[in-house]
């Protein structure tokens, strides 16, 4: 019987490995954090502009040698350098959440408002930003042997439909990166975006809780989608998806129907 198809797969344990998440210092990123460490994983910490919250963050976690590391999106040589310093303080990377990004709430019909500065942006951070990170870990993934991206997309990748279009495009932008990463990094490295409809944090600038119970109440399963929802779909994907890989994993209580 040939190594790829005798090759097992169980659960995903997570005790002894070293999980990355790019954005861990707020939202589903910091949900996620908990959740890695709750589960054995020894965790880095990536934030932009929130230190501050990531060390509150980590001194929350259980004890282990977690690290909070300046990983902005928009830089690749600081995610470069993020990277080696996981090698040389941890010396192995075994999972890595791209759950870092931005967006401006713009009219969908305001074409002027969304100038180049702002698409650009939106760009840069949602979609180059995780390839980056992904380009920069690959090596630490690839020697890992078995290990996994995860990627927190968005339904506006297929609706169309989010607080604007340069939003929705890097959305669907990254789904399908996600698909050419998942060809080419495997059999190490397995590729799953995770895809929440409105999550209720302050990621978009201007929209409350209310925007999102309205959001949720015209839903099938009329449930608020909170951060650690998506944590635990992320979490699914880390543990017990071990055949998948390219393929993006709906969380909207039933929202694109």
């Known amino acids: 019987m040939s190594e790829a198809v005798s090759r097992g797969r169980g659960e995903y344990s997570l005790a002894g490995r070293v999980a990355v998440v790019c954005g861990g210092s707020s939202g589903i990123g910091a949900a996620t954090v908990e959740r890695l460490a709750k589960a054995g994983a020894t965790v880095v910490v990536g934030y932009n502009a929130g230190k501050e919250r990531a060390d509150a963050l980590i001194a929350k976690l259980p004890a282990g040698r977690h690290l909070a590391l300046k990983i902005p999106m928009e830089d690749s040589a600081a995610i470069n350098a993020a990277a080696a310093e996981v090698r040389e303080r941890l010396g192995r990377a075994d999972v890595l959440v791209n759950s870092a990004g931005v967006t401006r709430a713009v009219p969908h019909a305001n074409l002027d408002a969304l100038d180049d500065e702002i698409f650009d942006r939106i760009l840069r951070t949602n979609v180059r930003g995780p390839f980056s990170a992904i380009r920069a870990f690959a090596p630490l993934l690839k020697a890992s042997g078995d290990a996994i991206v995860v990627n927190i997309s968005s339904l506006s990748a297929m ?68 951060a650690d929802d998506v944590a635990l779909a992320v979490m699914s994907a880390i543990t017990h998806l071990r055949l998948t890989t390219g393929s993006v994993l709906v969380v909207d209580s039933g929202r694109h129907l």
Not at 181 to 210: H, K, N
């Open 159 to 226: 609706t169309g439909l989010g607080s604007s279009i340069a939003y929705c495009a890097s959305k669907a932008a990254l789904d399908t990166m996600g698909m050419s990463l998942a060809r080419v990094l495997g059999p190490e490295i397995r590729v799953i975006g995770v895809s929440p409809a409105a999550v209720a944090t302050d990621f978009v600038p201007g929209r409350g809780r209310e925007a999102v119970e309205k959001q949720a109440a015209a839903t099938p399963l009329k449930i608020v989608a909170e």
